[in-house]
């Protein structure tokens, strides 16, 4: 029965492009605009950025719906943060928020 479901799940699947790259800041509209538009050229179904260092309250800078479904963590400072974006064609949701 293992072996069944495994063949299910391999027939499935489909293949996805993934991304993930270490920003280093994504503070200035600049480097925002030359990431974005490279990225929304590769087209991956899903993009990770992380040490973006974009404060909570400027989340909005980070809306890009050609790259998917934007989820965050975000500090309140200028520091780490992680961005994630999932193409519309994933379903995915969000299961947990914490407050900080």
């Known amino acids: 029965q ?4 495994i063949q299910h799940i391999k027939f499935n699947m489909e293949e996805r492009k993934l991304i993930t790259l270490n920003i ?4 200035t509209a600049t480097k925002r605009r030359k990431i974005f538009h490279r990225l929304g050229k590769l087209q991956y179904d899903i993009v990770c950025l992380q040490e973006v260092h974009i404060k909570k309250q400027h989340e909005y ?4 719906p050609k790259l998917g479904k934007l989820f965050t963590t975000l500090a309140q400072t200028k ?8 193409r519309d064609t994933i379903i995915a949701d969000q299961i947990y928020s914490d407050d900080d």
């Open 61 to 64: 800078l980070l809306k890009q």
């Open 79 to 86: 520091k780490r943060g992680v961005v994630l974006y999932i």
């Open 2 to 5: 293992l072996e069944q479901l």
């Open 24 to 27: 280093n800041g994504l503070n």
